[in-house]
């Protein structure tokens, strides 16, 4: 079993920034990614970035690429998603997401998930 902890949610303005913070704990030996996914009121749950364990990463490219940047630290099994110039359609509860093997953009391939964190942005 793999226990994630989100936090970093929020409520910002327009151009503003946050970092969400998501904590791995359980079985997280082996090789392993994590990923970010987000599900607004009323849209399906939709994949933002994912990053594996040598620090590759993906993206969805046509809504975050270029401002929200994924990382993470394997000293402390947390990842990170640095979200910067945060437009109103950024607004979801974020869920971050482990799976074992290289990084997905299919959430239904990921095998333990996050509480979620709310992040709010106003216009």
């Known amino acids: 079993q793999v226990q994630l902890v989100e936090s970093g949610g929020g409520l910002v303005q327009a151009g503003g920034s946050l970092r969400l913070s998501c904590a791995a704990s359980g079985r997280t030996v082996a090789t392993y990614s994590m990923g970010w996914f987000r599900q607004a009121p009323g849209k399906e749950r939709e994949f933002v970035a994912a990053?594996?364990?040598?620090?590759?990463?993906?993206y969805d490219s046509s809504s975050v690429k270029g401002r929200f940047t994924i990382s993470k630290d394997n000293a402390k099994n947390t990842v990170y998603l640095q979200m910067n110039s945060l437009k109103p359609e950024d607004t979801a509860v974020y869920y971050c997401?482990?799976?074992?093997?290289?990084?997905?953009?299919?959430?239904?391939?990921?095998?333990?998930w996050g509480q979620g964190t709310q992040v709010t942005v106003s216009s």
């Open positions: 990053i594996n364990r040598s620090g590759g990463t993906t």
């Open positions: 997401a482990f799976r074992w093997g290289t990084f997905s953009q299919s959430g239904s391939t990921y095998h333990f």
